[in-house]
Every structure is written in structure tokens, then in C-alpha cells.
């Protein structure tokens, strides 16, 4: 439950934390990928090279379009 609450948030507030947003908003934004990417690795915690893969794949996505947007 608190994962799909936690993504209808995303979806909710998607274009309006980036980096260009001022320091406040970049700071909720990194955070929201950071726990993204947390939540992505407990979710594949039994297979460890996946979960590993996914979090940082989510991590540096996550963080590159908030650095462009």
C-alpha cells in the first residue's frame, strides 16, 4: 500500500521538483529518487544483483533528469 501511495505522489508532483526549481525543491526531489530507489531495492532484496542494478539504475535516471529539467 504505501509503495502505490508513494508513486501516485510521484505521478502527482512529477514537474515540480528539479534542480532549476531553487534549493528547497531539488532537495525534495533527490530525496523522492533516493526513496524510489530504496524502496525498488527492497523489493528485489532476494535476488542482490538486481536489486543492486535497479537502485542504481533508478538512482542515476532519477538524478539526471532532475540536473535537466
Same mark, same amino acid.
Given at each position: ?24 525543491? #531539488? #532537495? ?26 535497479? #537502485? ?14
Amino acid at each position: 500500500m504505501m509503495r502505490l501511495s508513494w508513486l501516485s505522489w510521484l505521478l502527482r508532483h512529477f514537474t515540480e521538483y528539479g534542480y532549476s526549481q531553487g534549493l528547497l525543491r #531539488a #532537495a525534495i526531489g533527490t530525496t523522492a529518487v533516493l526513496v524510489t530507489a530504496a524502496l525498488v531495492w527492497f523489493t528485489l532484496h532476494r535476488n542482490r544483483p538486481a536489486a543492486v542494478a535497479a #537502485a542504481g539504475l533508478i538512482s542515476a535516471l532519477g538524478i539526471g533528469w532532475l540536473a535537466f529539467h
